[in-house]
């Protein structure tokens, strides 16, 4: 097995974390690669090919830095751990606190791998393809700070649904329906769900709602308002955006690849996560 590490660029605990997984691995023959600011941070010499040649993935860091690494080793689906070092991690496996154990169980070969649905996303202007990404919480439009309330025309299977005007719209994974989705007022969606989640921003209506779909469905995003000064975006799992201008184009479905997650035995299941990530039951 070859083990790819990927850290957080500027948090030093997690680098630090880094080295000493790099440690752990080497003296039990494992072989690891690193990206280049962790060999530097560790004093090690640069093997580079992580996304190309690694195996299986130990992302030190948080789900920012998670979504990064499945982002850059698409399309092998390489399975991902996730070693919790920032805030809410949804998405991470163990602590920081946890990793020898954790190690110790994934070169015991005593894991699974959980797949998660992912999204393709094509932004199209007068019938020209100027993006085509793969996502796997969520795509937003959104405006930024002096823009206006922007109107949106959604439909599925093409098929009219509604017309939004308000901040505007995410369309969510269940992975990503507890980030941005959760935050706007949209429902908690088991990842183990087969659905899509869409779910307007501060909408202008009030009877205009989150709404669950089949992820079979393909949905298709229309701009109708906003010149290119009117800064419209679409931002793609909060770290890739593109300016938006009327009657573009936003194509939406479930893609051919996922995520692959590594779930170790014995760990906390999904009700156990929320349960500590939100403070349920906290006063």
Not at 11 to 18: D, F, K, R, V, Y
Not at 34 to 57: F, I, Q
Not at 221 to 246: E, P, R
Not at 258 to 272: D, I, K, Q, T
Request: aromatic share 4%; hydrophobic share 40%.
């Amino acid at each position: 097995m070859v083990v790819g590490i990927v850290c957080k660029e500027d948090n030093p605990e997690a680098l630090s974390l880094s080295s000493e997984v790099i440690r752990r691995l080497s003296e039990r023959g494992v072989k690891c690669l690193y990206e280049d600011h962790v060999a530097s941070s560790c004093n090690l010499a640069p093997t580079g090919r992580v996304w190309s040649d690694s195996d299986l993935l130990v992302v030190i860091g948080g789900d920012g830095t998670i979504l990064r690494a499945i982002r850059m080793s698409l399309p092998r689906e390489v399975p991902i751990l996730g070693v919790h070092m920032g805030y809410l991690g949804f998405l991470t496996e163990v602590t920081n606190e946890e990793v020898v154990q954790a190690l110790d169980e994934l070169l015991e070969g005593r894991y699974t791998i959980e797949r998660r649905t992912m999204l393709e996303v094509t932004l199209d202007r007068s019938g020209t393809i100027l993006a085509h990404h793969l996502v796997i919480n969520d795509m937003v439009i959104n405006k930024g700070a002096l823009a206006r309330i922007i109107h949106i025309e959604v439909l599925t299977d093409e098929v009219f649904v509604t017309s939004i005007w308000g901040d505007g719209l995410i369309v969510a994974t269940p992975t990503g329906s507890t980030a941005y989705n959760l935050a706007s007022g949209g429902p908690i969606v088991h990842p183990d769900v087969c659905a899509l989640v869409l779910t307007p921003i501060c909408p202008h209506v009030l009877s205009n709602r989150s709404i669950v779909l089949p992820d079979t469905q393909e949905i298709v995003i229309a701009v109708k308002s906003g010149k290119a000064s009117d800064n419209i975006y679409l931002t793609l799992d909060g770290q890739i955006g593109h300016s938006l201008v009327a009657e573009d184009r936003i194509r939406v479905r479930r893609a051919s690849t996922g995520a692959s997650m590594v779930r170790l035995g014995g760990r906390r299941n999904y009700f156990e996560v929320l349960r500590s990530k939100l403070k349920w039951q906290e006063r």
